[in-house]
């Protein structure tokens, strides 16, 4: 493969990686929040950016595996990724097909089970082919007819893919956020907060997965954002004020932090009530 048309692949595939890392946080806001409208306009997008990344690195439908196999060697992608799955996407890309199968195939009564979050287990009464979007938050798994599939499963290889584009691609971790390249998703490892900043005050969609993030820096969510399962002690906890400005402070905005330790770093805690 030519090294342009090369490096030009690898920058579309660091794209469709972050695309998925943004909707998966969207995807668990809107979960947090009860919202299900807003959780499948996450999942729907994330499994499609997941399919994406497949047919830039096998071709559609797995033609062009041959011609690719260079693009899959720089990124040490396997044939067993779970971002070689492509037929989840194919319920919601032909979607119309689905309900005509649904129309034809079903017995009477009719009806559809769609745009639901339950367990599986609940879903074993209903024909098969009137099961239609059901997220089980127990397993992370969405299903689709008989059809399940690992959403976490594909962040998590997604998010390993875009250190690996990033790192054949040399991105350098200081170049404004503005830049196309910029680093925003980071999965393992030391980050240090100050090398981000690049002489702001604040960090705009970050995705930070089982990292540990090194201060000093005291971290204030200014919009938005989904934390959990980080290891944070009262003695971390910094009470604010809302109305005043702290000199200092990191604002967060629209960030992802899971799964994280801190080293040196304080989080604002709003007045209680708020």
Request: hydrophobic fraction near 40%; charged fraction near 20%.
């Amino acid at each position: 493969m030519d090294p342009e048309l090369l490096e030009r692949f690898q920058e579309e595939v660091l794209t469709q990686c972050d695309y998925i890392a943004l909707h998966y946080a969207n995807a668990g806001i809107a979960f947090d929040r009860k919202q299900v409208a807003a959780l499948w306009s996450s999942l729907e997008p994330m499994i499609s950016a997941g399919a994406n990344v497949a047919k830039l690195l096998w071709g559609p439908g797995g033609r062009l595996a041959d011609e690719r196999a260079p693009l899959r060697e720089t990124l040490d992608v396997a044939d067993d990724s779970p971002l070689h799955e492509v037929t989840f996407r194919n319920h919601f890309e032909h979607i119309d097909n689905r309900i005509d199968r649904w129309w034809t195939e079903s017995t009477l009564p009719r009806a559809i089970l769609d745009m639901n979050v339950m367990p599986e287990a609940m879903l074993q009464r209903w024909q098969k082919v009137s099961i239609f979007r059901n997220y089980d938050p127990q397993t992370g798994n969405v299903y689709f007819w008989s059809d399940a599939f690992a959403i976490h499963e594909l962040a998590s290889a997604a998010a390993d893919l875009a250190v690996k584009a990033r790192a054949a691609l040399s991105v350098d971790l200081q170049q404004p956020p503005n830049s196309v390249t910029y680093a925003r998703t980071f999965t393992g490892g030391d980050v240090r907060i100050s090398d981000l900043l690049n002489g702001e005050h604040q960090l705009s969609g970050f995705t930070f997965d089982s990292c540990r993030l090194i201060g000093p820096a005291v971290l204030i969510t200014v919009e938005g954002g989904y934390y959990q399962d980080n290891e944070i002690t009262d003695e971390m906890l910094w009470q604010i004020e809302r109305e005043k400005s702290y000199l200092g402070s990191v604002g967060l905005v629209n960030c992802t932090i899971v799964r994280c330790s801190f080293v040196n770093v304080g989080w604002a805690k709003p007045p209680p009530g708020e």
